[in-house]
């Protein structure tokens, strides 16, 4: 049987970019303003080519198939 379920999450989005550049990078001076920047432009990507996937940076469908045991992001329609 496949499932098709759309969560929505106004901040998770923002707070999921900025957790993972932080992680990815050192935490000092020098690269917290480099962090910051990487994370805008992370952010711009959800308006632009991410936006397939992610309506309005909060909304985002998964179809599940409990047969096949996967799972996938839809496209927007």
């Known amino acids: 049987m ?3 379920i759309t969560l929505k999450s106004p ?3 923002y707070a999921c970019v900025h957790d993972a ?3 990815a990078m050192p935490d000092d001076l020098e690269a ?3 962090r910051e920047t990487v994370t805008e432009r ?3 990507l ?3 080519p991410l936006c397939r996937w992610i ?3 909060e909304l985002v ?3 599940i198939d409990t047969e096949a045991g996967t799972a996938r992001v839809c496209e927007r329609s």
């Open 21 to 23: 550049v932080v992680e």
């Open 32 to 34: 917290g303003e480099f």
């Open 2 to 4: 496949k499932i098709k």
């Open 11 to 13: 901040d998770a989005l």
């Open 46 to 48: 959800f308006d632009g």
């Open 42 to 44: 992370m952010n711009q």
């Open 55 to 57: 309506a309005y940076r």
């Open 61 to 63: 469908t998964i179809e």
